[in-house]
C-alpha cells in the first residue's frame, strides 16, 4: 500500500519522537545527576511523560487521518446504493 505524503511525515515524525525520548531521558537524567539521583530521576519521569503526550498527540492525527478516509469511503458507498434504490 503506497502511502502519502502526510503518513510518511506522521511515521518520521513518531520515530524521530522515540528517539527523543530516549536520548532526552538519557541527557536530562545526566545533566540534573549533581542534584542528586531522586532529583535527577524526577525530572527525567516528568520529561518522559511529557513526550509521550507528544507522542500520542502525533498518533492521534495518524487516526483521525484513517477514519476520516473511512468515513469518506462509507460516504460514497452509501450515495451509491441510495442512487441504485431512488432509480
Known amino acids: 500500500m503506497q502511502k502519502d505524503r502526510f503518513e510518511r511525515i506522521i511515521s518520521f515524525l513518531l520515530g524521530?519522537?522515540?528517539a527523543i525520548v530516549v536520548f532526552?531521558?538519557?541527557i536530562t537524567?545526566?545533566?540534573f545527576f549533581f542534584l542528586g539521583f531522586s532529583l535527577a530521576?524526577?525530572?527525567?519521569?516528568v520529561f518522559i511523560v511529557i513526550s509521550f503526550f507528544l507522542i500520542?498527540?502525533?498518533d492521534?492525527?495518524?487516526v483521525n487521518r484513517e477514519?476520516?478516509?473511512e468515513s469518506?469511503?462509507?460516504?460514497e458507498l452509501l450515495e451509491k446504493i441510495y442512487s441504485k434504490h431512488t432509480k
Do not use: D, V
Request: proline letters at 0%; zero cysteines.
Open 24 to 26: 532526552g531521558a538519557l
Open 41 to 45: 530521576l524526577f525530572i527525567t519521569i
Open 56 to 58: 500520542l498527540a502525533l
Open 16 to 18: 524521530a519522537s522515540w
Open 60 to 62: 492521534a492525527f495518524r
Open 72 to 75: 469518506k469511503k462509507q460516504t
Open 67 to 69: 477514519k476520516l478516509y
Open 29 to 31: 537524567f545526566q545533566l
